[in-house]
């Protein structure tokens, strides 16, 4: 009898134990998560830059990008090319306009600022190609927004370069900048 009673016992535990009631209706619930993790993107607002005209001394050019991230907190660099005669940096003959490496580049959010009290003025550090055209790369500067959460906003940059030959052939002559962004500091 008690062995009867013990088999009873075990066979409805199995039954009932972790196994699905069969009914006219039913409903589970399962718990689900996923993590967001940063993220940025970067525009151009001003893909195309007159530089106006020169015959000697400092070109000074300003971009505005357009940044948007998920974190507060950027770091941002600078790489403007040489400016080349023609479009052409291929050219052997006429030498291209060369950046101003002394001055640096001049970054500046709309919303933010250098991180640690630190300078919008990015130094030179990198030699740098884009297609053949060549120029330098800044160091990074981060930067802290003072939107809530976020880093949405224009970003002024300002580059400069130094026409300094009296007898540089006259014409067109021009180049690209190209502003990285991440995420964290550096």
């Given at each position: 009898?008690?062995?009867?009673?013990?088999?009873?016992?075990?066979?409805?535990?199995?039954?009932?134990?972790?196994?699905?009631?069969?009914?006219?209706?039913?409903?589970?619930?399962?718990?689900?998560?996923?993590?967001?993790?940063?993220?940025?993107?970067?525009?151009?607002?001003?893909?195309?830059?007159?530089?106006?005209?020169?015959?000697?001394?400092?070109?000074?050019?300003?971009?505005?990008?357009?940044?948007?991230?998920?974190?507060?907190?950027?770091?941002?660099?600078?790489?403007?090319?040489?400016?080349?005669?023609?479009?052409?940096?291929?050219?052997?003959?006429?030498?291209?306009?060369?950046?101003?490496?002394?001055?640096?580049a001049l970054i500046e959010p709309t919303d933010a600022n250098p991180l640690a009290g630190g300078?919008?003025?990015?130094?030179?550090?990198?030699?740098?190609?884009?297609?053949?055209?060549?120029?330098?790369?800044?160091?990074?500067?981060?930067?802290?927004?003072?939107?809530?959460?976020?880093?949405?906003?224009?970003?002024?940059?300002?580059?400069?370069?130094?026409?300094?030959?009296?007898?540089?052939?006259?014409?067109?002559?021009?180049?690209?900048?190209?502003?990285?962004?991440?995420?964290?500091?550096?």
């Amino acid at each position: 009898m008690l062995a009867r009673f013990v088999t009873l016992m075990a066979v409805a535990l199995m039954l009932f134990a972790g196994s699905a009631m069969a009914d006219t209706e039913g409903m589970a619930t399962a718990h689900v998560y996923v993590n967001v993790v940063p993220n940025v993107s970067v525009g151009v607002l001003t893909p195309n830059v007159d530089l106006f005209t020169i015959q000697t001394g400092l070109i000074c050019g300003q971009i505005i990008f357009r940044i948007d991230a998920n974190s507060e907190q950027v770091c941002l660099a600078v790489g403007p090319t040489y400016l080349y005669k023609g479009d052409d940096p291929t050219d052997p003959i006429v030498d291209p306009i060369l950046v101003s490496v002394e001055d640096g580049a001049l970054i500046e959010p709309t919303d933010a600022n250098p991180l640690a009290g630190g300078s919008p003025f990015a130094d030179y550090m990198f030699a740098y190609n884009y297609n053949g055209f060549l120029g330098w790369q800044s160091e990074f500067i981060c930067f802290e927004s003072s939107q809530p959460g976020y880093f949405s906003q224009d970003v002024y940059v300002t580059v400069w370069w130094n026409q300094d030959d009296p007898e540089k052939p006259q014409g067109e002559y021009s180049g690209f900048v190209t502003l990285w962004a991440t995420i964290g500091q550096i």
